[in-house]
Structure formats: C-alpha cells, structure tokens
C-alpha cells in the first residue's frame, strides 16, 4: 500500500490531458481550504471548481469496489471512513463557495472534460450583480 501515489494516477493524468487539449489551465494537487491535509486534485481557482479523481477501491465505488477477504472488517472501515471524509471535503469547500466535482477512475476523461467545461464555462458567465464568493 505503500506504493500507490497520492497524484498522477492513470486517470488522473487522462483527465489532465483531455483538460488541456481542451485549452483549459488548471494547478494540480492543491490545499485549497485551511486544512492542508485535505487536497484537491484539479483545481481552477479564478472559477472555484475542485475536481476529485476517485478511485474505486479506495472511495467505495458503487460500480467496482471491492473489498479484501484479508483484514475485511478494517478496509470496510477504512473505505466508509474515506467516504464520510469526501462528503465533509465536499461540504467544506461548498461552503467556501466552490463547486466540487467528482469523477470516478473508471469514467471516461473525455466526457468527463466536456462536462468540466461546461462548469467552469458556466460559472465564468455568473449573471451581472452576483458577486464571486470569496474565503
């Protein structure tokens, strides 16, 4: 367990290209709330969209997840406990006035860049009067 990277997953970087070649700019792995343990993996600051690239195992996909025979009672732990963290990650940034988008490692990152797009395009286009949230 030791080995698996926290960034640059296979999925990751498919997004990351297909975002690209989309022309959009973006930072990667970034601490965008004052809980540094807590980062997002794409993040478009001047719209305030957070992507997350889930993976099956670890985020508890509904899809794929497996769970080991080995120790079973504690991965079960650990990946509910993933689980509950993302919701709150996802509520804290919310509340920071960030759209949060999650994206399973299983996706396909062309569609999912498009649907990216189309947030961010979104959120620039804000209706006049409506101030961009601040932290």
Same mark, same amino acid.
């Given at each position: $367990?030791?080995?698996?990277?926290?960034?640059?997953?296979?999925?990751?970087?498919?997004? +990351? +290209?297909a975002l690209h070649a989309r022309g959009l700019r973006f930072r990667v792995d970034r601490a965008v709330l +004052?809980?540094?343990r807590r980062r997002v993996d794409i993040v478009f600051g001047p719209s305030r969209v957070a992507v997350f690239v889930?993976?099956?195992?670890?985020?508890?996909?509904?899809?794929?997840a497996t769970h080991p025979r080995n120790n079973s009672e504690? %991965?079960?732990s650990k990946v509910e @406990?993933?689980? &509950? =963290?993302? =919701?709150?990650?996802? +509520?804290?940034? @919310?509340? &920071?006035? %960030? /759209?949060?988008?999650? $994206? %399973?490692e299983h996706e396909d990152p062309e569609s999912a860049a498009v649907r990216i797009e189309t /947030?961010?395009?979104?959120?620039r286009n804000r209706p006049a009067g409506r101030p961009r949230p601040r932290l």
């Amino acid at each position: $367990m030791a080995r698996v990277g926290r960034r640059d997953t296979r999925a990751e970087l498919a997004l +990351r +290209r297909a975002l690209h070649a989309r022309g959009l700019r973006f930072r990667v792995d970034r601490a965008v709330l +004052r809980d540094r343990r807590r980062r997002v993996d794409i993040v478009f600051g001047p719209s305030r969209v957070a992507v997350f690239v889930d993976g099956c195992f670890w985020h508890g996909c509904p899809e794929h997840a497996t769970h080991p025979r080995n120790n079973s009672e504690f %991965w079960r732990s650990k990946v509910e @406990a993933n689980k &509950a =963290r993302d =919701r709150d990650t996802d +509520r804290r940034l @919310a509340d &920071a006035g %960030w /759209l949060v988008v999650r $994206m %399973w490692e299983h996706e396909d990152p062309e569609s999912a860049a498009v649907r990216i797009e189309t /947030l961010i395009a979104e959120r620039r286009n804000r209706p006049a009067g409506r101030p961009r949230p601040r932290l």
